[in-house]
């Protein structure tokens, strides 16, 4: 009867297996799961111009649905960071709406669905939005300026407010820098003070710090005249940032120089989303 072969190398690979079977199905168990597609997250805003003050409402939908889950609102601030306003919860039908108050200027928002039930994190399509408003040109410090005197005014018998007064080919320029503005206006007219006749043709101008014109316009104006709301819009949508806007006054009645002759530009102001 022959001798039983040794079993030495069928054992040690039975316990290697053992051994390497453990460690095998720790690392299967331990590794991350690998996100799948991400979500995708959309925004629009029910308005991309506004007057400042106004409000809109920014909806959006996130795809594949994940209702119940909330997405961070946000908006870029002036360091150029994103700051999360709001965190509302999507819903049923994985969209979510937002009513918000856009800051003066220009206002960037993008809403962020973070990674989630397999899938990865998304970020919306940024959405600027424009609020205009009237910017007062009172206290602002003049470029240039000829025979400019500035106070409170009455015209036919009203009392304005703070404005400025230009004598015979008198002018004042603003420049507007970075003001990003399309329009400017003044409540015009002669002063009661002035002598009876005084009449004045009035320009407002756009003008570039090279001197293209920009687009002007004229108006005359009378004592007695009831004061008005004189408006100029620039020859182009936004101006640039050394773009200057003027005013100017030239006396048509051919009367002699005094000085309670002259022409009101009441609460200038210029129209910018900035």
């Known amino acids: 009867m022959s001798a039983p072969r040794p079993r030495t190398r069928r054992l040690g690979a039975l316990v290697a297996t053992l051994l390497v079977a ?64 709001a965190t509302p919860r999507l819903s049923t039908s994985s969209t979510y709406s937002l009513v918000t108050t856009p800051s003066k200027g220009r206002t960037s928002y993008r809403v962020i669905k973070s990674a989630s039930n397999g899938h990865a994190a998304d970020a919306s399509p940024t959405v600027l939005v424009k609020a205009w408003r009237w910017r007062t040109l009172v206290g602002v410090a003049p470029k240039a300026s000829n025979d400019l005197r500035t106070g409170t005014y009455a015209q036919d018998g009203f009392t304005h407010g703070a404005g400025v007064s230009l004598g015979n080919t008198g002018y004042v320029q603003w420049r507007v820098i970075s003001w990003r503005c399309t329009r400017a206006r003044a409540v015009v007219g002669v002063p009661d ?82």
């Open 193 to 274: 003070t002035a002598p009876d006749g005084t009449t004045y043709n009035g320009v407002i101008s756009w003008a570039e710090d090279d001197g293209d014109d920009l687009g002007d316009a004229e108006f005359t104006m009378r004592k007695y005249d009831s004061p008005r709301v004189f408006m100029m819009n620039s020859r182009y949508s936004t101006l640039v940032a050394d773009d200057t806007v003027q005013f100017e006054a030239y006396r048509a009645d051919g009367g002699s120089a005094d000085s309670s002759a002259r022409l009101v530009f009441a609460a200038p102001a210029v129209y910018c989303n900035s």
């Open 22 to 85: 453990p460690l095998l199905a720790v690392s299967l168990t331990s590794a991350p799961a690998a996100a799948g597609a991400p979500y995708v997250v959309t925004l629009t805003s029910s308005n991309s111009t506004i007057t400042y003050g106004a409000k809109v409402t920014l909806r959006g939908k996130v795809s594949p649905a994940a209702d119940g889950q909330r997405v961070k609102v946000q908006r870029r601030i002036e360091s150029g960071a994103w700051a999360t306003i």
